[in-house]
């Protein structure tokens, strides 16, 4: 090792790696995984949301899991956002595509793709 | 992509209640599912809830899931991680059902028993996995280290350790920054840095923990020490009972002169250090410093004299800076965040946080770092849950053989070294061990007092027949054949040994003996006028008898007595023959009716 800068480089590779496990997470985006949510596609959907966060560099700002059956097995994949303060938005019927949207216009610029979320189907 | 973190506890304590076999059967279930793309097992070190082992935490949520079976496995797998319903039934928690309504999932850190702590020397414990020397640095490993080299002078190194207040946690609570101060102030064309990893006080379980949870940041902070005192050098001398943390020790340090992290011109500034790891035969005199340094050099591990001390003549006759693991474990972070991070943290004169392995008569069994001066109460009730079976408290030992006790009447206390010291205990390495109210204390001063005859070296005369005839005094007492002129003599003899003998070993061994004597001395009173154990702890001053009107006449008792010490005929009052009668209680624990009673 002979500089800092090649320390900071293994930070930069390996923290994203670790911060899943700090959890800060200002932002968490829970994909409904039950049996309906898994069948209508709910997979491709955590997968896409996991790799674009990542991308986006928002992986310490945004956490990505999975929960259960929220109840609206018609709309599945549902994706839900959570953030503090706000009120929570649901987005229904999501694709890869769609999360890729989501993940560009409001984890990252902080707009809402109302087309998307429950309210507009 | 990982999209989720299986950390499952490879510490010791969980090791052995089988989390080796656990990751084997997540891997396999991981695979079946075709997750292992998006799922990464971590072996981590210790999380401190030994009780629950084997401990499995999932993350990025952080559900925490304790006493974890290999049957439990495939759930885990099928439910959590492939559709993200949580297992309840497998899920620890302490807290209130209110509160548990409230938030979504119990995660790790909504626990009473980790809410309360602070963790600086566990910060990455159960947190990264230790054999991973990419994890440690992601979280800031090794920037203390380069911070150190590239922008400060060993001087402003050693000044940082001072203004922080960090103290020793091996027991003595020397000011780190001075020891080290007056290694780098004696010049000599070779100096050394040791750390004690010679943990043996029973009960002790946190340097373990702390290098099989996080070797690299006790590497990075001997460099530290290293460049600060002016030192090429370093030996960690561990306990050969310790098998886990010898391998990931080596491991760290092979990984990190793998990166140049150790070695020759260490961040292009011309500091050169290594390392080497010694292991110890487990004898519990080692752990002063002395004799550890005479047991590295390769002779019999016995104190010397000081002075002089090791800062002037150490290992190899050479200027030594020796210090505990803990106190390691706090230096890098320090370094990092300043002087200020450590010392707002803490009392007036002990700052930052200290570990704890809290064990005996408590619900959660295990290892906690809290702020200096959290009071025993908040330790035992809160954090540890209680006593278990609804028993009260009577008294804590902290310190271990070295250390004392203190009584419920002081249960809040603000723990710090002085508090400690000037009740009659100490910090020691930081073993806490509860007590309750069916603790004999005049039996516990005679158990810790036999582990110092048994561990003491032998080379001077106090502590080597003064313990022993210590020990015979107490066996006297419990006995039943104790006197009280025994007493006088008993107290006599401790503050002989305690001024006279060459070491700390013999120097704090008869601790518990005195502290026992100052607070319950109604214990040993009543061992010795009315010959009786208060606690019923002590057999020979016990007689079990069966109450004649309470007895049935059963014969349970009869027939489970191993001796044939119970006699009588059915439906009608037994009797137990005290000439033959062991103690043993099982006819206690067989009989429905209540009818025998232990005085």
């Known amino acids: 090792m002979k500089s800092l800068a090649e320390l900071a480089a293994i930070k930069e590779k390996m923290q994203s790696k670790v911060v899943l496990r700090e959890g800060s997470g200002e932002i968490r985006v829970v994909v409904g995984m039950a049996t309906c949510g898994i069948a209508a596609g709910a997979r491709p959907v955590l997968s896409a949301f996991v790799e674009e966060v990542s991308n986006a560099g928002l992986a310490d700002k945004v956490m990505v899991t999975q929960t259960g059956c929220i109840g609206v097995c018609q709309y599945e994949p549902v994706v839900e956002v959570f953030e503090a303060g706000k009120e929570k938005v649901t987005y229904v019927k999501m694709t890869a595509e769609k999360a890729k949207e989501v993940v560009e216009k409001h984890l990252k610029g902080g707009s809402v793709v109302e087309e998307y979320t429950i309210t507009n189907v | ?599």
């Not at chain 2, 400060?152 to 940082?160: N, S």
Request: proline content about 4%; aromatic content about 8%; overall charge negative.
């Open chain 2, 1 to 599: 992509m990982i999209r989720s973190q299986v950390l499952i506890c490879g510490g010791t304590g969980c090791t052995s209640s089988g989390s080796k076999v656990l990751i084997k059967e997540f891997e396999d279930r991981i695979e079946e599912n075709g997750l292992s793309d998006e799922i990464k097992i971590v072996r981590t070190g210790c999380f401190g809830l030994c009780a629950l082992g084997p401990v499995v935490i999932v993350y990025p949520d952080g559900t925490f899931y304790s006493r974890v079976q290999k049957e439990d496995v495939a759930e885990i797998v099928s439910e959590h991680l492939l559709k993200g319903r949580i297992v309840d039934r497998l899920v620890y928690s302490d807290i209130d059902e209110k509160v548990k309504d409230e938030i979504q999932h119990v995660s790790l850190n909504d626990t009473n028993f980790y809410k309360s702590q602070k963790r600086v020397a566990l910060r990455n414990c159960g947190v990264i996995n230790p054999e991973s020397i990419d994890e440690y640095i992601a979280m800031d490993g090794y920037a203390a280290l380069g911070k150190a080299l590239t922008e400060m002078t060993p001087d402003e190194v050693i000044q940082t350790i001072k203004d922080s207040g960090l103290r020793g946690r091996g027991g003595g609570g020397f000011p780190t920054g001075l020891k080290w101060s007056f290694t780098a102030k004696n010049e000599a064309d070779q100096k050394y840095v040791v750390c004690n990893a010679d943990e043996g006080d029973p009960g002790a379980f946190m340097d373990r923990s702390v290098l099989e949870g996080d070797p690299h940041c006790i590497v990075e902070a001997m460099a530290i020490c290293g460049y600060a005192t002016g030192a090429s050098e370093g030996y960690i001398y561990v306990r050969a009972e310790y098998p886990i943390a010898v391998a990931r020790l080596q491991k760290a340090i092979e990984d990190a002169r793998a990166y140049g992290l150790l070695g020759k011109n260490i961040f292009d500034s011309g500091f050169d250090f290594d390392l080497f790891v010694r292991l110890g035969a487990g004898a519990f005199v080692c752990g002063e410093e002395t004799a550890l340094m005479t047991s590295i050099e390769g002779n019999r591990g016995e104190p010397r004299p000081r002075p002089p001390y090791p800062a002037v003549k150490g290992l190899f006759g050479k200027p030594t800076t020796e210090n505990n693991v803990e106190t390691f474990a706090n230096v890098p972070q320090i370094i990092l965040h300043g002087a200020e991070f450590f010392n707002s943290m803490g009392t007036e004169k002990s700052k930052g946080t200290k570990v704890f392995a809290l064990g005996g008569k408590i619900h959660n069994t295990g290892l906690v770092e809290v702020p200096m001066g959290t009071t025993l109460r908040e330790i035992v009730e809160n954090i540890g849950g209680g006593i278990p079976n609804g028993k009260k408290f009577k008294a804590a030992q902290t310190g271990g053989p070295s250390g004392g006790c203190i009584p419920a009447s002081m249960l809040d206390i603000e723990i710090d070294y002085d508090n400690l010291v000037s009740q009659g205990a100490m910090m020691g390495s930081g073993g806490l061990i509860v007590m309750d109210e069916d603790t004999c204390m005049v039996d516990i001063a005679k158990f810790f007092l036999e582990f110092t005859v048994d561990e003491s070296c032998g080379k001077c005369t106090p502590c080597r027949v003064g313990t022993k005839r210590l020990y015979e005094i107490l066996e006297k007492i419990t006995s039943g054949n104790g006197t009280l002129e025994d007493l006088d003599m008993m107290e006599k003899l401790c503050h002989y040994i305690k001024d006279n003998s060459l070491c700390g070993l013999g120097q704090t061994a008869p601790n518990p003996v005195l502290s026992t004597y100052k607070r319950f001395r109604e214990e040993y009173v009543a061992h010795v006028v009315d010959k009786k154990c208060p606690a019923g702890v002590c057999k020979k001053l016990l007689t079990i008898s069966i109450e004649a009107d309470k007895c049935k006449g059963c014969t349970a008792c009869a027939r489970v007595c191993p001796v044939g010490a119970i006699s009588g005929t059915v439906r009608n009052p037994h009797s137990i023959d005290p000439a033959k009668c062991i103690k043993c209680g099982a006819c206690m624990e067989k009989c429905k009716f209540g009818a025998i009673v232990k005085k």
